[in-house]
Each structure stands twice: as C-alpha cells, then as structure tokens.
C-alpha cells in the first residue's frame, strides 16, 4: 500500500484525446489527475479537462475512475495523482520515470501481449519454480530506456489472477478469515479475498510502474475464476452442486468487472453501461448492486457482453469473450451467444481504414492440428456419437485434459472461419493486410498460419499467435509430454479418432510457422511503415536491471 492508495494507478482506455485511470484508495476520497493545463512532451502545449472523480465503494473497497479529456492527440503528458489534494502518485524519491499518458496518433502501434501470469516473490526459492515473471523483465527493461521503446498498449489474455492455485501469501490471508480445511480450502471465496488477490498482483514496484504508464487491455481466461470454467454443461452441474460455488462465482465475476473489465470501455460505452450507472447511483456501499449483477451474468451468459473493440491507429482489436458467454446445452454448443456473435462480426466486417485486425481470445483458435482433431472428435463423442456409455468417458476426458478450445466447440470453429475468410477475401480498401488471432492458455507460445478458400497473394494474410505463459511455467516433464501429445501424438490419433466419430475436415487448413516455445514471455507484434512483425522474448533479472532477449519472430 502506497499512503492513501491501496491499488493503482492503472492507466486503461486510452485514445486519441481521453484516457481513463483506474485506482483503489485506502478510504472515501476525491481523486484528481493532471490540473487544468498541462506541457506536453517536446514542448507542445497541451490544454485538457481535469480529471477529478469521487470514490465508489464496493463491500467496503473504494475505488475511482478518474476520466481525463482535452488531450492533444500524439503527444505524452506526465502525470500525478492526488487524493484529497495530497500527492500519492508517484511516490517521492521512485527510481522509476514519471508515469504518462501518451495519446493515440498516427504513426506505427507496437502491441505487447500474452497470458498466466502467477503472482509469487521474485526470489531465488520461486524463480526456480516459476522463472522470470516476463511482465517484471519488461517493466525494468522499459524503465531504463527512453519512453519510444515502450509499447502502445499491453493485451493481457488470461489469467491476470490465479484463483484456484493461490500462493503463500495468499494463503495466508485466507486462513486469517476462515478454516481451509473447510471447502473451497486455499481457493478464492468471496470478493474480499479476490480484492487481496488482485493486490497481490499487481503491487511490485516496476509492474505497478509499468501498468501505470502503459494502457492496459484485459480478458479473463479460466483460472481468473476456476480452472475448467464453463467447459460444458456437465462440469456447470458439478459446480452448481458445491455450497462454495455461489460465493466464489459471485465474487469472482463482480471483482474482474471492476478490477479489469470497467478499464476496457471507452468514454460512450462507459456512459451507456448499466451496471456502472447502477453502482454509481448506489450512494453507500454498492456490493449487493455488483453481486447481483454478477449472480445474473453467470445464470444468463447473454445478458452482459464482456466482448470489446479498440481501435489503435491503424489496428483494430477486438476482444473476444471466450469464458463466460458460451452457450453449453450439448445440441448447440457456442463458444458465445448468439448475440454476442452478432456483435463480433459486425465488429470484425467493418474494417474500411483498418489495415491490421488482431481477434483477441484467450483460447487460441488454431491449435495444432492433431490436436484440434482431438477436441473435435471428443466433442462429437461427449454428445453421444458412440453412444451414452462413451459420451460419459467422453466428459470425462474433457475435463482431465482441457479438452475445450475453439475446436471443441465447431458450430463456432466454422463460423469463424466462414467470417475471416469473408473478410480476408473482400474489397480492395476494406480487406486488412494482415489479421491476427492474439491467444495464450495452453503454456507454450507459437505462430501458425491459416490457408483459407480463395487465398493469393492480394488477400489477407492470416495468422495464429500465441504468447504464453507470462510467470507460469510448465515442469520439465509436463512439456516433454505436452510438446509430443500436442504435435506428435495427437497428430495421429486425433485425426483417426476425428474419421472414425465422421468428424468434418475443417473448410481451412493452417500449420504451425515457428514454435512451440516453453518459455516464460511476452510477445510484441509491431506494425511500422507498411510491414508488421511479432517476436517473443523471455526476460532476464539481475538485481534491478533487466534485459530481454527474442527466443522466436515471425514477419507477418
């Protein structure tokens, strides 16, 4: 805790004349962000609105959204944070560079991103566990260089937070509020142990500093609530049937709408969202108004759309929620709902002046392809297609080996390949040069590329890039074994298995460019003068100085 700020400030949605910071402080407060005029780096007079905003309070947490506008577009403005008009941000005598906000111009977009990311020490007794956190590596590595190097924006894809796999700390928090010998034991309960947990991870020092300085976009995979989340309509019922559940689903959700997902809106979505109204008109505390929100959102998936898009210069992102909004009843399985489907191809058609389009989904949609056949064939197997007796060791399956990409969902594997190539094959000035599936979960980063019906050499280039873990690494074992099932193993049985259910051959066809790496590390995919290239680096800590090195690179 930093004086009157527990949590932040984190720099989210950022365009080309506003942004929004996002912090948690320790009591009701006024929070205020840059005064009425500003100096704009190189000199540049920079005249903005200043951002000053009350706290919200939330089962006894306060936070605030403090929105800046006026900004001049292109330029970097540092900034303070005050909370009832004494400094708290940045903290006297920091060794890191005053944080800023750098608004959207035109030039090239430089995107950093990927996914798991566990929140343990950075010592030698967890390093040897976990590695390098590769988020730390890169926020010391930006610290010491000049502001150009930093990245325009982080994609954080899954698993910010691990609620089932909790550290020591974190445990200990827990065993001061409840037994754990008690279900859900060292797991996440409630909403006041998320509130811990997101602290845990984001109070180091230099990722503190980084998130404070580099807009951040985030999406929930499934360790944010529970490992399997949604997998299907069995393990929904299992988890129903837990007296814990209720509690942790709750509190779960309610915590990433407000420690991740209000960060993703823009001004106008920020205005037009239900669920902020309501907790701002709360007046005292607004924990039953977010709970219920929470508790309805899970029961009735398309009642809320967790998707978003955001436009970066030249770039368009749109983020895919690919957790929470699946529609599991076994004759029509959909990895979103209807009409969150109808939101994301709306989204990803409009693409006049969009020269790169990056699909952001935590679950990547081209595996390898012997593994895709697998989820296939055990998809069409758990829905009975060697009958009852199968389809139970079917699920079984399922949930042992996380058997529930996009594969494992068809209806919706098809469709998005029917709309890429819709898109990747349209008119000169509204077809992107390159559109990118930005994934993370399985642990092993790699880029593949898709061959889709009527591709040459004019049409868009298609790709598959996965970046992870961040801090999460697989054991020796686990990646030999990971490594041959996922292309070696499965490159044979899945697609036997596949023929034998009479799965469909897939209506494209993609194969793996470069990887697998089992590296921690993050990947960058920056677009400059016409070209765009992504390489993945791993991270290096040697007391307070970093250094990052590339480990695998794809020109796209």
């Not at 010592?123 to 930006?142: I, S």
């Not at 008109?281 to 977010?290: K, M, N, P, S």
């Not at 929100?293 to 690919?322: C, E, K, N, T």
Request: hydrophobic content about 40%.
């Amino acid at each position: 805790m930093t004086g009157s700020l527990v949590l932040g400030p984190l720099l989210r949605h950022v365009d080309r004349t506003s942004a929004l910071i996002w912090v948690e402080t320790a009591r009701p407060a006024t929070v205020r962000v840059l005064d009425a005029t500003a100096q704009a780096s190189g000199g540049l007079a920079s005249d903005h609105a200043a951002g000053d905003s009350y706290t919200f309070t939330v089962h006894g947490h306060h936070y605030a959204l403090v929105a800046v506008d006026g900004l001049e577009p292109g330029t970097s403005t540092p900034y303070a944070v005050e909370v009832d008009g004494e400094s708290a941000w940045p903290e006297p005598g920091s060794p890191f560079p005053p944080p800023v906000i750098r608004t959207r111009g035109d030039g090239g977009v430089r995107l950093t991103f990927g996914s798991c990311r566990m929140s343990v020490p950075h010592d030698a007794k967890h390093d040897r566990v976990y590695g390098t956190d590769a988020l730390r590596a890169l926020a010391l590595a930006l610290a010491a260089a000049d502001e150009s190097a930093r990245p325009d924006a982080l994609v954080l894809l899954g698993d910010q937070v691990y609620a089932d796999e909790t550290s020591d700390a974190m445990r200990e928090f827990i065993a001061g509020r409840r037994d754990v010998a008690e279900p859900p034991g060292a797991e996440v309960a409630d909403f006041e142990e998320y509130a811990h947990l997101y602290q845990l991870a984001w109070t180091d020092p230099a990722v503190r500093w980084l998130l404070s300085t580099v807009p951040a976009a985030m999406i929930f995979d499934d360790h944010d609530i529970r490992d399997d989340w949604n997998t299907s309509q069995a393990w929904r019922a299992t988890m129903a049937g837990q007296s814990w559940w209720r509690r942790r689903i709750t509190g779960g959700l309610a915590a990433y709408w407000l420690y991740q997902h209000v960060g993703n809106l823009s001004p106008s979505e920020r205005a037009a969202d239900p669920v902020l109204a309501r907790v701002l008109a709360a007046g005292g505390d607004a924990g039953e108004v977010l709970d219920e929100f929470a508790r309805r959102a899970d029961q009735d998936p398309a009642s809320y759309r967790w998707s978003f898009s955001r436009d970066l210069g030249p770039a368009r992102l749109v983020m895919i929620d690919s957790r929470c909004g699946r529609v599991l009843d076994p004759r029509r399985r959909r990895i979103v709902d209807d009409a969150e489907w109808d939101w994301i191809a709306e989204q990803v058609r409009d693409t006049e002046h969009v020269e790169h389009l990056f699909l952001g989904t935590s679950l990547p949609y081209l595996l390898p392809r012997g593994l895709h056949d697998l989820e296939a064939w055990n998809e069409a197997t758990a829905g009975g297609a060697w009958g009852g007796r199968f389809a139970r060791a079917a699920e079984s399956l399922r949930q042992a080996i996380d058997l529930e990409h996009w594969a494992a969902f068809d209806r919706s594997f098809d469709a998005m390949a029917s709309l890429v190539t819709e898109v990747a094959t349209g008119p000169d000035g509204r077809r992107p040069h390159t559109v990118s599936f930005l994934s993370g979960d399985v642990h092993y980063s790699y880029a593949a590329r898709l061959a889709y019906p009527g591709r040459t050499p004019r049409t868009s280039r298609v790709y598959q890039l996965v970046c992870s873990p961040v801090r999460n690494p697989l054991s020796r074992t686990l990646r030999y074994l990971n490594g041959a099932a996922a292309f070696a193993v499965a490159r044979v049985a899945g697609t036997a298995l596949a023929r034998l259910a009479r799965v469909p051959k897939p209506s494209v066809r993609w194969s793996i460019e470069a990887g697998p790496r089992f590296d921690n590390a993050l990947a960058t995919l920056e677009l400059t003068d016409g070209s765009a290239r992504v390489r993945w680096e791993t991270g290096r800590v040697d007391g307070d100085t970093a250094t990052m090195s590339e480990v695998l690179s794809v020109t796209l």
